[in-house]
């Protein structure tokens, strides 16, 4: 019986050789197809099979064209008719002739990469020549699945795997486990909330921030979080409080746990008990040190060489609750806000999917922070980006690395304020090298100076 190996196997990423033509019409032929043909009937949800698939790294695959049907249409009350009998279609040694121009987005899987699904991007039909088992060469086209499945198991026997290209891939296999909500609003939530569906958790329900209205037409908009979300199908409320009606909208969708990242509002206690197993916040510090809305540019501001990711579990108080698990980072004298964020989005998201599987298995003992060495860091105001060049070079240097993706920095030359673009730190001095004098373009701030 041949079982059907899974993505890691060397034969997958392997080109498949060509049948040899001593084994047209032979019993070796026979007896793999028919192994094939049992290994995909047992796949009650498989089309087809190509040989690399069951370890045998030859140009072939097989396809069960009665599960390529559309259902027969029943009426209501009628039973169901009986299923039609197997057809196995064989192709050896194919190879596409001919695609159409025109392409079609579809809903994709594989049987080697099991609770894996995503989007790919296929032409609406196909021909392939291929062999029969004597050896005699056909040609056969297809639209739409047909083509779908020509594309797909040609492209195992190039070695090449669905995952390789598709779009939008989901891991269903934790999806029902343990169902949980997501909350978060702007991107740094919903570049977390896209590894987590890659990597299987898939929330049962997605809370983010009401559109809002942007641009100079005031279009409405929605929030990063919401567009992946609904890009994946998943249920979505924007709620404008979480007040008990909210609450009570959210306990319907009976989840374990809750994860929050970025949401934008203080979670009521009410909220944080409706989860069994409690809500898991991922904070951009190494808590308890920069509690609050902006650690990041707090550890920027102070000179720090490192910070970090804390996932914790969420307290009244904020950023209080225990700790599941922390990573540290280095800080590069050189680098901003800009260059850290992305580093620690990505940091946070990969170690919150990294912990959820020990925490749902109870294999994780939280750690109670040392509330004696807390700090807290503010809501940022557009006055602190005010530099003055009375104070040391290495704060002006640290204010510019801290809020050069947000509120930015600045000075006032005669009455008008002059916006920093760029700026470096060399020999204990604060360089500005580009700036935007108030109403005009942007420019050197050695021209800017040789003009004041």
Same mark, same amino acid.
Not at 261 to 290: C, D, M, Q, R, W
């Given at each position: 019986?041949?079982?059907?190996?899974?993505?890691?196997?060397?034969?997958?990423? *392997?080109?498949? %050789?060509?049948?040899?033509?001593?084994?047209?019409?032979?019993?070796?032929?026979?007896?793999?197809?028919?192994?094939?043909?049992?290994?995909?009937?047992?796949?009650?949800?498989?089309?087809?099979?190509?040989?690399?698939?069951?370890?045998?790294?030859?140009?072939?695959?097989?396809?069960?064209?009665?599960?390529?049907?559309?259902?027969?249409?029943? =009426?209501?009350?009628?039973?169901?008719?009986?299923?039609?009998?197997?057809?196995?279609?064989?192709?050896?040694?194919? @190879?596409?002739? %001919?695609?159409?121009? +025109?392409?079609? /987005? =579809?809903?994709?899987?594989?049987?080697?990469?099991?609770? #894996?699904? &995503?989007?790919?991007?296929?032409?609406? /039909?196909?021909?392939?020549?291929?062999?029969?088992?004597?050896?005699?060469?056909? @040609?056969?086209?297809?639209?739409?699945?047909?083509?779908?499945?020509?594309?797909?198991?040609?492209?195992?026997?190039?070695?090449?795997?669905? !995952?390789?290209?598709?779009?939008?891939?989901?891991?269903? +296999?934790?999806?029902?486990?343990?169902?949980?909500?997501?909350?978060?609003?702007?991107?740094?939530?919903?570049?977390?909330?896209?590894?987590?569906?890659?990597?299987?958790?898939?929330?049962?329900?997605?809370?983010?921030?009401?559109?809002?209205?942007?641009? /100079?037409?005031?279009?409405?908009?929605?929030?990063?979080?919401?567009?992946?979300?609904?890009?994946?199908?998943?249920?979505?409320?924007?709620?404008?409080?979480?007040?008990?009606?909210?609450?009570?909208?959210?306990?319907?969708?009976?989840?374990?746990?809750? #994860?929050?990242?970025?949401? &934008?509002?203080?979670?009521?206690?009410?909220?944080?008990?409706?989860?069994?197993?409690?809500?898991?916040?991922?904070?951009?510090?190494?808590?308890?040190?920069?509690?609050?809305?902006?650690?990041?540019?707090?550890?920027?501001?102070?000179?720090? +060489? @490192?910070?970090?990711?804390?996932?914790?579990?969420?307290?009244?108080?904020?950023?209080?609750?225990?700790?599941?698990?922390?990573?540290?980072?280095? $800080? =590069?004298?050189?680098?901003?806000?800009?260059?850290?964020?992305?580093?620690? $989005?990505?940091?946070?998201?990969?170690?919150?999917?990294?912990?959820?599987?020990?925490?749902?298995?109870?294999?994780?003992?939280?750690?109670?922070?040392?509330?004696?060495?807390?700090?807290?860091?503010?809501?940022?105001?557009?006055?602190?980006?005010?530099?003055?060049?009375?104070?040391?070079? *290495? #704060?002006?240097?640290?204010?510019?690395?801290?809020? =050069?993706?947000?509120?930015?920095?600045?000075?006032?030359?005669?009455?008008?304020?002059?916006? !920093?673009?760029?700026?470096?730190?060399?020999?204990?001095?604060? !360089?500005?090298?580009?700036?935007?004098?108030?109403?005009?373009? *942007?420019?050197?701030?050695?021209?800017?100076? /040789?003009?004041?």
């Amino acid at each position: 019986m041949k079982e059907i190996v899974q993505d890691g196997a060397e034969v997958l990423r *392997e080109v498949a %050789k060509p049948v040899p033509e001593r084994l047209f019409g032979s019993l070796e032929l026979a007896r793999l197809i028919a192994d094939m043909t049992e290994a995909l009937d047992r796949e009650l949800e498989g089309v087809a099979l190509a040989a690399p698939q069951v370890d045998v790294p030859y140009r072939l695959f097989v396809v069960r064209k009665d599960r390529t049907l559309p259902p027969p249409h029943v =009426a209501e009350g009628e039973p169901l008719p009986p299923a039609p009998p197997p057809e196995v279609e064989i192709y050896i040694n194919p @190879e596409i002739v %001919k695609t159409s121009r +025109k392409r079609a /987005r =579809a809903d994709e899987g594989c049987l080697s990469v099991r609770g #894996v699904y &995503g989007t790919t991007n296929r032409h609406e /039909r196909v021909t392939i020549r291929a062999r029969h088992i004597d050896g005699s060469v056909f @040609e056969r086209g297809g639209g739409g699945l047909m083509a779908q499945i020509f594309e797909h198991e040609i492209d195992h026997l190039n070695g090449i795997l669905f !995952i390789d290209h598709a779009e939008h891939l989901i891991n269903i +296999k934790h999806k029902f486990a343990h169902p949980f909500a997501f909350f978060g609003t702007p991107k740094v939530a919903s570049d977390t909330l896209a590894v987590l569906i890659e990597r299987g958790f898939i929330p049962s329900l997605v809370v983010t921030s009401p559109d809002t209205p942007k641009g /100079r037409g005031l279009t409405l908009m929605q929030s990063e979080t919401k567009a992946l979300a609904l890009a994946h199908d998943l249920p979505v409320i924007t709620p404008d409080t979480l007040d008990a009606k909210t609450i009570d909208a959210i306990r319907t969708f009976e989840c374990e746990y809750a #994860v929050c990242v970025a949401y &934008g509002k203080i979670f009521p206690e009410t909220l944080i008990n409706t989860f069994p197993n409690g809500v898991l916040n991922v904070h951009y510090s190494l808590l308890p040190k920069h509690r609050g809305a902006t650690p990041l540019e707090a550890a920027l501001l102070a000179g720090e +060489k @490192e910070t970090g990711v804390t996932i914790q579990k969420m307290a009244k108080e904020l950023d209080a609750g225990d700790i599941l698990a922390q990573e540290t980072i280095a $800080i =590069a004298d050189d680098e901003t806000a800009r260059e850290l964020r992305p580093r620690l $989005i990505t940091l946070g998201a990969t170690l919150l999917a990294d912990t959820l599987p020990a925490f749902l298995s109870g294999n994780i003992v939280p750690v109670p922070q040392n509330a004696s060495q807390a700090s807290h860091s503010g809501k940022l105001k557009k006055e602190d980006g005010l530099l003055s060049f009375e104070a040391p070079a *290495e #704060v002006n240097w640290n204010k510019y690395r801290a809020y =050069a993706d947000t509120i930015g920095t600045y000075f006032f030359e005669q009455g008008k304020r002059i916006k !920093i673009v760029t700026a470096s730190f060399k020999n204990g001095k604060f !360089i500005i090298e580009r700036v935007i004098p108030e109403g005009k373009r *942007e420019m050197a701030y050695t021209d800017f100076a /040789r003009k004041n």
